[in-house]
């Protein structure tokens, strides 16, 4: 078997957080239509419930990933470069996902969402590169 050190637990830390940020606004918009259908304030009791989890793992995702920069050590230029413009992409993930929390109109909420999920998207991506 291959041995468990720190480095296997940092990065499966990484990637749990990943999966709860992307997978988890992407599940929420498959439902969305469900939530809906069941009427009341449905939708928001569980967008409120789903971001109590988000910003858990989005925390976890800032922790582990300042570790991961700790553990590259020095690395090259293009590392760098798309290490640079993947925090940019995340600080704009987690911005659009604040501004979605305060939306009020469909409209606010539909382009906050989507900017939210597709730069969440492309920092899974430029990570999966990193990694
Ligand atoms: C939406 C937020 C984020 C997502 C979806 C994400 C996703 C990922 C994924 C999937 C990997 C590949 C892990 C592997 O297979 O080795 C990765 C690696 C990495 N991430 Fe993130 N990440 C996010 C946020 C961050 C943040 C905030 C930082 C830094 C503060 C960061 C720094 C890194 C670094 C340095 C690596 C390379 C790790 C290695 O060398 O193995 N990530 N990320």
């Not at 957080?17 to 449905?42: F, K, S």
């Not at 925390?59 to 700790?70: E, F, H, K, S, Y």
């Not at 979605?100 to 989507?114: E, F, M, N, Y």
Request: net charge positive.
């Amino acid at each position: 078997m291959l041995p468990v050190s720190l480095d296997t637990i940092r990065v499966f830390l990484h990637v749990l957080a990943a999966t709860v940020w992307v997978g988890g606004q992407l599940t929420m918009t498959a439902l969305l239509p469900v939530l809906r259908g069941a009427g009341g304030d449905t939708p928001k009791q569980a967008a409120r419930a789903f971001n109590r989890v988000a910003w858990a793992a989005f925390a976890v995702l800032v922790v582990t990933g300042v570790w991961n920069i700790a553990e590259a050590g020095d690395t090259p230029s293009d590392y760098q470069a798309t290490l640079h413009t993947k925090l940019a992409v995340v600080a704009i993930s987690g911005v659009a996902a604040a501004l979605h929390a305060r939306a009020s109109t469909r409209k606010g909420l539909a382009v906050t969402g989507a900017v939210s999920g597709v730069t969440a998207l492309i920092a899974l991506f430029m990570g999966v590169q990193l990694g």
